[in-house]
Structure formats: structure tokens, C-alpha cells
């Protein structure tokens, strides 16, 4: 399927609608709400531009931490990734990754994952 | 039932409670407030008595969504009650309404103070010139009243024998939360990992407020004027109260202005230094702004969570939910920053 707009281009035209064509009839005390439907919209339209390559990436990511070799086809990528994300956290508790080249390697794989998702939820905050 | 079908009740109690033959409540409006408690302003006339006359009142009960982590309206006054005769800035604790025929739930009234509390407006522009020096000197000596009440004290029995050790307490109490939420998140994780790793001792155990950051105190045109919501105070380390108020979570968008978006933390620290007669060690105070950003990542969790449950459908809920994955990174940066590992490949 590739109608056009797709939902990405969907959500970024009814945002521009709500923000500059709306908003200012809204009453003051309204208006913030009215932003964050804006933000709501933004952080979807982000996603759905995104978030495919971002789970990719985490996922392939997160087989290099673990040094695991086999790309199960089979198996939907978001389960895996959560199957994967949840092993991650069970280590972590239990102390692996603790100190040395073993944690760098963790905080590496967590910076770039979270910086991926950041970019969705509200990129203003990378630049810095 | 509503507060207004209340209100005839709630005269009567505070005439009782004010000595007066007749309080009639002129005015009542809701004060935008938490998502855990409900705030009303009371415009008050008492006919007679030793208090009669207007009164400007501030109510304080609790809302539906109640998290079951903050503490009950009686405890809380108590805790105002207590700061109040340490001298420390809070309004003034008036009655506490315990019996529940009055509002159907627990309540108290303590006078209200002018000023302005919202964090967006402090940090840029409170509409009134702000001295960002002295209004960080004074929120720094008001921290270091309230830790000069240390355990025992009488009537804060329900907080209990104080833990040895705070920060571990935190991190175990942020891993069950996260545990009950069902949900895998390796940021948070390591984040409390490393802090187990590198928890400091705390040097001493005073009473701390445990919410002490831009958003939850009054400031008008004479300075400082009052502390307010006290329902998560409790014994602890009080670092951890520099660590929350300096976070960059609280800085509300003016990051420069480390102590709290308001001002300097070099003024922060000077004026709490100066009010404890305690030196403040930078890399503990990092450590709690480390400890600051998993709490409140896990505190957006569960509100998240409210909405994504079904149990309390809302947009503002629902868009704290994407707020987790920037606090993770935040910590990250400052463990990074704290703690550089040698091998980063």
C-alpha cells in the first residue's frame, strides 16, 4: 500500500490544521490542550516515520550485545525485540555488564537506542 | 458528592474550629493543582471570634486518582505542622478535618499565601522582578531548616525508624514499581544498576521533603514565601532533596539555571551551606540527580500507565508515557559524565 499522504504526511497537514488554523479560535484555557493534541500528532508522525529503522537498529544492536548469531525469521521483530530488551534488563539486575569493556559496551547500545527513541518522543531534547 | 454540595458542612466545621458563631464561605474555586491532590481556595468570613472577620484559605483533600505512595492529609499536615514551628516557610497549618461526614474524605485548611508556583513561569518570566541570587540563596537556607529536623521527633511517629540506607531503600522500592508495571527497560535498569554500584553513605538522616523543586513553592514580590506540598517527606539522606531540586528534569526548559531553572547552584549551595553549617560534596549531589531522573522516570511510568491501563483514559497521562526514554538518556549522560569507563569500544 502507498496511498498518498500516507499517515505520516496525514498527521503533519492535520497538525499544521489544528495549530495555525484553529488554535486561535480556541479559548485561552483550551489552548493547551490543543498543544498537546499538536504533540500527540508529531510524536506519531515520527513514529510512523521512524520507528520501523529504530527497531532494526535496537534489534541489531541488541544481537551484537548478546553476541547472538541467530536472525530468527520466523519470529515478528517486536516480539523478539521485547524478548530481547527483557533478557537485557534480567542481566543487568543480576550484575553482568558491570565494569570494564563488558559495561561500555552496554552504555553504548543504550545511548544509541535511547537517543533513537528521543528523536521520536521529542528531538528538541538532542540538541544540546 | 461535589465539594460545592459540601460547602454547608464545611461552614460548619470551620466555624466550630475557628471559635465563631458563623463562618460563611464567600467564595470557593478550585486551585489547578496535582494529579494526586485537590486544592481549593476558600474566601472565609467569620462573624465572631478570636480569628473574626475574612480569611483567605487554601483546602487540601485528596483527588480520585489516589497514589498510594503519598501520604495521608493528616500526616501531611502534621509534617506542615512540624516545618511550621522549625520556622521553615509554609503556610500556616489552620485545622485538620479528620471526620469524614464533613467532605465524605479527609481534608485540611491552612492559610493562603499570594505568589506564584508554576515552574514555566518562574523560569522565565514570573511577571514581577525576581532577584534569581537571593531568591537561590533563600530556597537553599529553607532546605537546610528543614534538615535540621532529625529523627526522633514526636509527632512524626508514622514515618517510622529511619532506613541506614536511603538511596539503596529507593532503588529497590523504583525496581518493584517497575516490576508491578510488567515493563522491560534496560535505560532505568542500568540506571539503577550503577547507583547500586555507587550509592553513597549517607552522612546523616534528617528529615527530607522529597519533591523540594521549581513547581512546589510560592514566590512573590518579597522573595520566597512558602514550601508547599509536603506529602512525600520522609527520613532519607539529604542530599537526595539538593539532587531532586537541582535535576535537570526540574529545570523547566532554562537548563543553564542549574538550581531549579530560578537560578545559580553555586547560590543554591552557598545559601544552603550557610543555613546547615554543612559542606556540600558536588559528586553526591550528582549522584542524586542521577537517582533524580530514574525516580521520576518510574513516577511517569506509573501515571502512564493510569492511561494506558484503561483505568483513567487522558491525553496528558498518555503523553508522560514518552517521557521515560529522555530521563534515561539524561542519566545515562550523567553516569557517563560521573563515572568515565576507560575501554569505550
Redesign the interface.
Known amino acids: 500500500m502507498n496511498d498518498r499522504p500516507n499517515g505520516a504526511e496525514l498527521l503533519a497537514a492535520a497538525r499544521v490544521a489544528l495549530l495555525e488554523e484553529l488554535l486561535t479560535d480556541l479559548p485561552e484555557q483550551r489552548r493547551y490542550?490543543a498543544r498537546?493534541?499538536a504533540?500527540?500528532m508529531a510524536?506519531a508522525a515520527r513514529e510512523l516515520e521512524l520507528g520501523d529503522g529504530i527497531d532494526r537498529a535496537e534489534l541489531t544492536s541488541l544481537r551484537r550485545l548478546f553476541q547472538d548469531p541467530e536472525p530468527d525469521a520466523s519470529e515478528e521483530m517486536a516480539a523478539r525485540l521485547?524478548a530481547l530488551?527483557?533478557r537485557?534488563?534480567v542481566e543487568?539486575?543480576d550484575?553482568r555488564?558491570?565494569g570494564?569493556?563488558e559495561?561500555?559496551?552496554?552504555?553504548?547500545h543504550?545511548?544509541r537506542?535511547?537517543?533513537a527513541?528521543?528523536a521520536v518522543?521529542?528531538p528538541k531534547?538532542l540538541g544540546? | 458528592m461535589s465539594l460545592a454540595e459540601r460547602l454547608p458542612a464545611l461552614a460548619r466545621f470551620i466555624a466550630e474550629a475557628a471559635q465563631a458563631t458563623i463562618a460563611h464561605i464567600v467564595h470557593c474555586r478550585p486551585l489547578a493543582g496535582g494529579a494526586i491532590q485537590e486544592n481549593w481556595v476558600l474566601e472565609v468570613e467569620l462573624s465572631d471570634g478570636p480569628q473574626a472577620g475574612r480569611h483567605e484559605l487554601v483546602l487540601r483533600t485528596d483527588a480520585l486518582s489516589n497514589v498510594a505512595v503519598s501520604r495521608s492529609r493528616a500526616e501531611e499536615f502534621a509534617l506542615i505542622q512540624t516545618a511550621h514551628r522549625a520556622g521553615v516557610a509554609v503556610p500556616e497549618p489552620l485545622w485538620l478535618g479528620g471526620d469524614l461526614n464533613v467532605l465524605g474524605k479527609a481534608f485540611f485548611l491552612m492559610r493562603k499565601v499570594p505568589g506564584v508556583a508554576a515552574g514555566h513561569r518562574l523560569a522565565k518570566d514570573p511577571g514581577f522582578p525576581i532577584d534569581r541570587i537571593r531568591l537561590a540563596e533563600r530556597l537553599g537556607e529553607e532546605l537546610a531548616k528543614i534538615h535540621a529536623l532529625v529523627p526522633p521527633q514526636p509527632d512524626l511517629e508514622f514515618l517510622g525508624t529511619p532506613s541506614p540506607h536511603p538511596a539503596l531503600d529507593r532503588i529497590a522500592e523504583y525496581r518493584r514499581h517497575l516490576d508491578a508495571l510488567g515493563l522491560a527497560r534496560p535505560g532505568l535498569e542500568y540506571g539503577l544498576a550503577w547507583a547500586e554500584r555507587h550509592a553513597p553513605e549517607p552522612t546523616m538522616i534528617t528529615l527530607t521533603h522529597q519533591d523540594y523543586r521549581t513547581g512546589n513553592y510560592l514566590v512573590n514580590e518579597t522573595g520566597l514565601a512558602a514550601i508547599l506540598d509536603w506529602e512525600f517527606a520522609d527520613w532519607g539522606d539529604p542530599d537526595a532533596d539538593l539532587g531532586w531540586f537541582c535535576a535537570r528534569c526540574w529545570r523547566f526548559g532554562a537548563v543553564d539555571r542549574e538550581a531549579g531553572g530560578v537560578g545559580a547552584r553555586a547560590d543554591f549551595i552557598r545559601g544552603y551551606e550557610r543555613g546547615s553549617g554543612r559542606h556540600v560534596e558536588p559528586g553526591r549531589v550528582r549522584f542524586w540527580e542521577v537517582m533524580a531522573h530514574l525516580r521520576w522516570a518510574v513516577i511517569a511510568l506509573q501515571q502512564a500507565d493510569r492511561h494506558v491501563s484503561g483505568r483513567e483514559p487522558s491525553l496528558e497521562l498518555a503523553l508522560t508515557g514518552r517521557i521515560p526514554v529522555e530521563l534515561e538518556l539524561e542519566a545515562l549522560r550523567l553516569i557517563g559524565a560521573a563515572d568515565p569507563l576507560e575501554c569505550v569500544r
Not at chain 1, 559495561?103 to 553504548?108: S, V
Open positions: 490542550l498537546m493534541v504533540n500527540a510524536i521485547e530488551n527483557r537485557l534488563c543487568i539486575r550484575g555488564f558491570a570494564g569493556a559495561e561500555a559496551r552496554l552504555r553504548d543504550l545511548r537506542s535511547l537517543e527513541r528521543v518522543s521529542n531534547a544540546r
